[in-house]
Structure formats: structure tokens, C-alpha cells
């Protein structure tokens, strides 16, 4: 949505290799509406007609699920996605995807918005900084386990999945017997939960893992070419 000032963008939309700046008062709405400024598909009735708007309120910019039926999905620039239910909001930072699924496929919005604005509060809360796990030596091997794994964490588009690979699936992209994945796999989370790293053991360990080491980027997208062939 270029509104042919020399203003710099605010936000940033871009779908299908279209581009849409927003700033100011601008709200961009997607959904099957031919009447919506991105038009998804307008025979795909598992889209709704109206499915969602991006627009700034009180400073910052929002994603608002405008559907009355129908979920959204965020997925920010870690990888990690969120379900936004209908009727709810979510504050767009950096660079995000919004994911759309309807009947015929599923369709993605590249954001890129900016950071909010620091503040200087959390300097003045008293005592240490958290420091958990920030000892455990991460091994080049290790490393390459938890690309292979969590891979469908880091692409972008159709690859993307957000769920660990199983061991079988993650030794065969390296080239590793399943067992020789699953000891090191094993190994590095009793070293993450001595550290004190929460939820390292019982049946959600892997999700949990992905969801560490994503977050302190221990893993990046940067880290694909290591498992590329």
C-alpha cells in the first residue's frame, strides 16, 4: 500500500512477491473478499471472507484475527508458531509470518515490523540475571543433531513445520545410525536438566528442547546450510 509519499514504511506485507507499505492510518485486510486489500482466494471457502486485518493501534501495529470461525497462525522469527482464535489480537515485532490455512491450501504473509522501543526498567530490577543452562558446551555434532530435528522449525513456506523430525527421520538426513542421534540427543538434555534447564525430561521433552534452544539460538536459520546437500 504505497501511498506515494517519501515517508519511510512503517510495516512492511509482502505476499506472492507483492509488497505492502503501511504507515500511519493504514490498515491492510486479507481474507476471500474480493473486496479485502489481499485478495487470498476467492473460491476457497475455508477462508473467511473477511480473515484478518494489520493496523496500529495506540502506537503499535496488531494483527487482528477478523474471522468469526476461523484460527490464525503466527510464527515469529524463530520459528515458533501461535494459534490467535478469532476475535483476538497480536502485536506484530520483527519479522513474523501470518499463516492463512483454507480448504484448497494454505497461505503466507511475510511481515516485517519494527521492535519496540527498549526500556530502561528492567535495569533496575535488583538481583542476578537469569542464567540457566548457559554452561552446557554445545558440540559441533550436537549441533547438527538439533538442525536435523528441528529443521521444520527454521524454513520458510511449505518446508516449514513446526514439530520435531522423529530420530529416524533426523539420522537419515545426516547419514547417522538412529542410535548414534538418539544418544547424543539423549545425553545433551540430562546435561541441560543438571544445568537447570526446565522441562528437559518426561513425554513433551522434545517440543521443549526445540523451544530452548530456538530461543536462545542455539539454533538459527543461518544453521540450514549445516544439513544442506
Known amino acids: 500500500m504505497d501511498q506515494g509519499g517519501t515517508a519511510r514504511p512503517t510495516v512492511v506485507v509482502t505476499i506472492g512477491g507483492r509488497r505492502h507499505e503501511l504507515s500511519g492510518n493504514d490498515e491492510l485486510t486479507f481474507g476471500r473478499a474480493s473486496g479485502c486489500t489481499i485478495c487470498l482466494d476467492p473460491d476457497d471457502i475455508g477462508i473467511s471472507r473477511l480473515a484478518g486485518s494489520v493496523r496500529c493501534e495506540g502506537g503499535s501495529w496488531w494483527l487482528v484475527n477478523r474471522s468469526a470461525t476461523r484460527q490464525l497462525a503466527v510464527v515469529d522469527e524463530l520459528g515458533l508458531r501461535s494459534v490467535l482464535p478469532p476475535g483476538r489480537r497480536w502485536p506484530l515485532d520483527g519479522r513474523m509470518r501470518i499463516l492463512v490455512d483454507g480448504s484448497a491450501g494454505s497461505h503466507t504473509l511475510q511481515v516485517q515490523a519494527p521492535h519496540p522501543v527498549p526500556t530502561a526498567d528492567g535495569a ?50 545426516l547419514g547417522w545410525p538412529q542410535t548414534t542421534l538418539l544418544r547424543r540427543i539423549e545425553h545433551l538434555r540430562i546435561r541441560l536438566d543438571k544445568a537447570g534447564v526446565p522441562n528437559m525430561m518426561g513425554w513433551n521433552a522434545m517440543t521443549n528442547l526445540a523451544e530452548y534452544v530456538l530461543t536462545t539460538g542455539i539454533i538459527t536459520k543461518d544453521d540450514l546450510h549445516l544439513i544442506s546437500r
Open 124 to 173: 533496575a530490577l535488583p538481583g542476578a540475571p537469569t542464567a540457566i543452562g548457559e554452561d552446557v558446551l554445545i558440540r559441533a555434532p550436537d549441533r547438527l543433531a538439533l538442525v536435523a530435528l528441528f529443521s521444520g522449525y527454521l524454513e520458510d513456506g511449505p518446508r516449514y513445520q513446526p514439530h520435531p523430525k522423529t530420530y529416524a527421520a533426523a539420522a537419515a538426513r
